[in-house]
């Protein structure tokens, strides 16, 4: 694959989200392209609900599509892209792209910063990833500090992480805040991070890396049913899972809700 050729791919645009159409075998090899070309690049990894929220939120689907890659984290996308007849080829989630990442950086000798999650848990993560992978983790930070990202201009906390972030010399950036404080994170920063080739906006990870949280076992994964193993283990979240349902009939009752843009066209839609 060519230094440019991952740039000018083919996309599948679902409502206001424009969506990478890429295997995850593709995607990895997007990733190692990125981290040997020195400049910064954002991975957004958006799924059924944020595209829902985009589609009436136009700010926001510019912000996730001006990432450099952006992948399809649902199964209701890939559904709803097939219900159109503009496939997306599978799911690639934010997590298998951050263990990979994590491979990445211990085959290359690269450093990872965790910035995330509740006080304690980047630091659990590190332990158990260093673990496996050896001393890869160049930092760490909590996710809940004072920050433009959350209605704070001017805070001192969000510079003193920039600044964290910066000495620890880390070419991977983990950003996991939930979406969209992790996006806006990284819009509002990359320029000021210093050494960042590859920030990656994933939400839970570092819970389910610490531990804390789990993934679904391999079975509900393959049969891509992760959305029902999460429903049983938090009853609390069908308000959110009742979003899948609603994206599919949104996406049967409007014909234009799906397009292919084809890396030929020049970013026109193909449909
Ligand atoms: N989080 C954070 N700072 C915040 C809000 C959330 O670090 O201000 C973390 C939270 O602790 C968890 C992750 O963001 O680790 C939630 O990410 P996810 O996208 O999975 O959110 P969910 O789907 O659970 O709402």
Request: with cysteine; charged share 30%.
């Amino acid at each position: 694959m060519s230094s440019t050729s991952w740039r000018d791919r083919d996309k599948i645009r679902v409502f206001n989200t424009v969506v990478d159409n890429v295997l995850f075998e593709e995607a990895k090899e997007i990733l190692e392209e990125m981290l040997d070309e020195p400049r910064f690049h954002k991975i957004f990894t958006p799924n059924t609900e944020i595209v829902m929220t985009c589609r009436d939120d136009e700010k926001l689907a510019c912000e996730v599509n001006s990432a450099d890659l952006v992948v399809a984290d649902g199964i209701g996308l890939v559904m709803g892209s097939k219900m159109r007849d503009c496939p997306l080829l599978e799911r690639v989630t934010g997590f298998d792209l951050s263990v990979f990442l994590l491979e990445l950086a211990a085959k290359k000798g690269a450093k990872v910063f965790f910035l995330g999650a509740e006080p304690g848990v980047a630091e659990t993560a590190k332990a158990r990833v260093e673990e496996k992978y050896g001393d890869i983790v160049a930092g760490v930070h909590h996710g809940y500090f004072k920050a433009r990202h959350g209605g704070c201009e001017d805070s001192d906390e969000e510079a003193a992480v920039v600044d964290a972030i910066n000495r620890s010399g880390a070419e991977i950036l983990f950003v996991g805040l939930g979406f969209p404080k992790q996006e806006k994170f990284i819009l509002n920063n990359q320029d000021a991070l210093e050494h960042v080739r590859i920030a990656i906006g994933n939400g839970g990870v570092l819970d389910v890396l610490a531990g804390k949280a789990k993934r679904a076992p391999e079975i509900f994964i393959r049969c891509n049913l992760e959305w029902l193993y999460r429903l049983i283990k938090n009853p609390s979240r069908l308000s959110r899972q009742m979003v899948i349902p609603k994206f599919l009939w949104k996406i049967r009752r409007d014909k234009d809700s799906v397009s292919a843009i084809s890396s030929t066209q020049g970013g026109s839609d193909a449909k």
